[in-house]
């Protein structure tokens, strides 16, 4: 049972809310225990992407590691501060987030 609304806006927010922890719970007993987190990480994403809170060149760059870069674009690439912690792997796919990006990766040095 879900509470009542004052407003239509406000009774879809709540029913939409309802609606996906149920679908949430019960696919998630199917899952095992390994699969939960993938499955929620999709599930957030999903709705994440679907409000616009996601940037769709950072989802990209994720879905598909980094990209090729220009020539002018390897050029202002900085060096990786801390080999050590941070793979190159790594460092190329932040890189190319920031790039896609609309500079939600500045001052990652």
């Given at each position: 049972?879900?509470?009542?609304?004052?407003?239509?806006?406000?009774?879809?927010?709540i029913l939409?809310d309802?609606?996906?922890?149920?679908?949430?719970?019960?696919?998630?007993?199917?899952?095992f225990?390994?699969?939960?987190?993938?499955?929620?990480?999709?599930?957030?994403?999903?709705?994440?992407?679907?409000?616009?809170?996601?940037d769709e060149?950072?989802w990209?760059?994720?879905?598909?590691?980094?990209?090729?870069?220009?020539?002018?674009?390897?050029?202002?690439?900085?060096?990786?501060?801390?080999?050590?912690?941070?793979?190159?792997?790594?460092?190329?796919?932040?890189?190319?987030?920031?790039?896609?990006?609309?500079?939600?990766?500045k001052?990652?040095?």
């Amino acid at each position: 049972m879900s509470p009542a609304a004052d407003t239509v806006e406000e009774r879809l927010d709540i029913l939409i809310d309802k609606i996906s922890r149920i679908l949430y719970t019960n696919i998630s007993r199917g899952l095992f225990e390994k699969d939960k987190i993938i499955y929620s990480f999709l599930i957030t994403t999903s709705i994440r992407r679907k409000a616009k809170l996601l940037d769709e060149g950072v989802w990209n760059v994720l879905l598909r590691g980094p990209t090729v870069l220009t020539p002018d674009e390897a050029d202002n690439k900085l060096g990786n501060p801390d080999r050590e912690v941070i793979s190159e792997l790594l460092w190329d796919t932040l890189y190319s987030a920031e790039l896609r990006s609309a500079g939600q990766f500045k001052n990652l040095t």
